[in-house]
């Protein structure tokens, strides 16, 4: 992708069109608006640049993530202290 710059001054961007059940748009949807999300487009961007930062993560690896990141946003985890963690509580 080119670094060109655009009229409103960020880079050039290209249009990709992907087929998805209507099911999983559903999904798609849900999630970008409880993430907080601006938009679908946004959180689809997000979401194929942390694919392609982070390749050696597994499908599993990203399930488990999300599980986490689920229980704690919904208050179904214990939450420690960053000084818990390092055992500076001490």
């Known amino acids: 992708m080119s670094n060109a710059d655009t009229a409103d ?8 069109n992907i087929r998805v059940t209507e099911m999983f748009l559903e999904d798609i ?3 970008w608006r409880e ?6 487009s946004e959180f ?5 640049r ?12 990203w399930k ?4 986490v990141e689920h229980a704690r ?12 963690v390092l055992g500076e509580d001490e």
Do not use: C, M, Q, W
């Open 73 to 84: 946003r919904t208050g179904e985890s214990e939450s420690f202290s960053r000084e818990e």
């Open 35 to 40: 993430e907080g999300y601006n938009s679908r």
């Open 50 to 61: 942390d694919a392609v930062r982070h390749p050696g993560l597994t499908r599993e690896s």
């Open 9 to 16: 001054g960020g880079p050039d961007k290209t249009n990709i």
């Open 64 to 67: 488990e993530i999300a599980a």
């Open 44 to 48: 689809i961007r997000d979401a194929l």
């Open 29 to 31: 949807d849900a999630t």
